[in-house]
Each structure stands twice: as C-alpha cells, then as structure tokens.
C-alpha cells in the first residue's frame, strides 16, 4: 500500500461518499474508487459497505481508520514543519549603518531579527557612508544604509527615510524649545560637524553651499559620540539628526532645535550590489528595518517623513 491509497481512504471514510472524498481532494471519482478497491484487494478485506446512499466503514475498516488517521496527520505534521524549516530565513547577514543610526535602531533591529529569525545570523557595521559603500562594493556587507546615495549601474537603492536635521548645542532652558532654526543662526555657530566621509556631513555642506552660508567649522570629527560630548561642554554646536541624539535630549545633557527642511535635509537609503543576490534572510531583515523606522518615526524617536521614491 501507498500514500495516496491511504489518503483516498481516510477521506472517503470522512466523508462517507466516494463523490465527496473525489471532490475534496481534486481528483475524479474512479481515481477515488481504483485506488480504494486496489487497497482492498491487497488487504483482502472489505473496508466499506456499499449503498445507494453513500458507503459506510466496515469493522475492519473501522480499525484500519483508526491506524491510518493518526500516522497520516503526524505525517502531516512533519511535512509542515520540514517546510517551515525549508522556508525559514536562514544564513549570514552582513549589514552597514552610519553613526548617526547605528545608535538609534542598531540594537532593536538585531534583537527583534534573532528573535523571528534563529537560523540566521545578523552582522551589522557601524561607519561613515564613504566606508559603508566601499565596502559594500567589495563585497564585504550585503547592504548598507547611506545618507543621500543615487542609484547607479552597480547599485539597487531603496529610499528609506528624508531626515529633519537640528541644531544641537548644550543644554539650556532657554534654549529648550521647538522654534526653527533661521538662516542667520545658522551662520553665527561654531560648529563641530562629521567627517567630511559622512554622507550627513555632505548633506549639511550642500545645504550651506546652497543657502550661501559661510559655515565656521571648528573641527570635524569621525566620531558622532566625540561630537555629542564636545557640544555638551559648551565646545561648540552641531547639526545631527534627532535620533542620533534622543537620549541626551531626555536626559537634558543637550538642547535640539529644527532645521526647516526646506533649508535643510538628509535622505536615508538602502543600497545593494547588483552583483550579490539578494538572500531570503537579506529581504527579512531589510522589510523589519524599514518597519522599525516607521515604528521610530511614529514614536518621535526618529524625526522625518518615510521617503518617496521620486528623490531617487
């Protein structure tokens, strides 16, 4: 006996008619019937009563119903879970975000990615957006998030966040409030600003070139945690997006103000080699990072608009 003889089987004992079982398993009716008479002929024992009205198990077919029903759902069973094992993301993520982010989601992206996702692993890498798509066209990450990077012909890009930029300086209740920010502040500041390799850092410069302003740049650091720390001594002030600096922010270490974004903005992406496929396990953790910054974004946390795919 198979497989399919005792399918046919349990599903006509069920439902008690030849024509019914044909119908619930999408086969026609002497399928049904060739394989339950086969099976009788190799027990050689009748499993049905025959009437007018349908067919009903015999003693013998009782007891052969009550073997087979279990041994076919554990079947079943095991069929599910080896698929779900099968369909399970699964392999090495290598991933790049800059400084600016890393802080705020890194950290909720990978515990929520091995928590839905055990038979992977997530590698996540921290750096400016020059190191980031460097490396990501060597090959050595997958995928990065960049600040303001367009597609090319070696690069798939997915917009992902237009970020509000804010003036940060140390805190002051004075300065504790939610006025924008003018062209002529700006120009008053002394700024301690990102590398000039940070992609955020070219997005200021663009502006400030845009809008005329004569920006005095104290000193540039490749370290935002450097930079959050001078601007609270009172050092100088800097431009950084609000979820790179949310905490110090609750905790009165630093004063934000808003940049308007029509002076300006950074544009946050997702990049990807078009050499290197994209993994079932890569296309998980890229759908729940978009999906933790929209819960950011919904929470404050991270300040800006879910990005329109025209800016590309």
């Not at 597609?151 to 409030?177: H, I, K």
């Not at 990807?272 to 946390?301: H, K, N, W, Y």
Request: glycine fraction near 8%; charge should be neutral; charged fraction near 20%.
């Amino acid at each position: 006996m198979d497989l399919e003889q005792l399918r046919y089987f349990k599903q006509a004992a069920e439902m008690g008619s030849v024509t019914r079982a044909a119908v619930k398993l999408g086969v026609s009716q002497p399928a049904v019937s060739r394989q339950i008479a086969s099976l009788e002929a190799e027990l050689r024992t009748r499993l049905f009563y025959r009437n007018g009205r349908g067919m009903a198990l015999t003693d013998a077919g009782r007891t052969f119903y009550l073997t087979v029903k279990p041994l076919l759902e554990e079947l079943n069973e095991v069929k599910d879970q080896l698929l779900q094992q099968s369909e399970a993301p699964a392999g090495s993520v290598l991933v790049g975000m800059p400084f600016s982010l890393m802080g705020t989601i890194g950290a909720s992206c990978a515990q929520h990615f091995l928590s839905f996702y055990p038979n992977a692993s997530l590698h996540l890498y921290e750096g400016s957006s020059g190191l980031l798509l460097e490396r990501l066209q060597t090959g050595l990450i997958s995928a990065a998030v960049l600040y303001d990077t367009r597609r090319g012909p070696n690069m798939l890009v997915t917009p992902l966040l237009v970020e509000q930029l804010y003036l940060v300086t140390s805190w002051s209740a004075a300065q504790d409030d939610a006025s924008e920010v003018s062209i002529t502040e700006l120009a008053r500041q002394k700024f301690i600003l990102p590398g000039k390799q940070s992609g955020l850092r070219r997005a200021v410069d663009a502006a400030f070139k845009e809008h005329g302003i004569n920006a005095n740049v104290l000193m540039d650091m490749h370290s935002v945690t450097v930079v959050k720390h001078l601007v609270e001594r009172g050092v100088g002030s800097s431009i950084l997006p609000f979820g790179a600096v949310h905490r110090e922010v609750a905790d009165r270490y630093l004063s934000v103000r808003p940049i308007p974004l029509e002076l300006m903005h950074a544009r946050l992406v997702t990049a990807t080699a078009t050499g290197q496929p994209i993994t079932q396990a890569m296309q998980a953790f890229l759908t729940l990072l978009a999906s933790e910054v929209q819960r950011c974004v919904s929470s404050g946390i991270l300040r800006g608009s879910v990005a329109d795919s025209t800016f590309l």
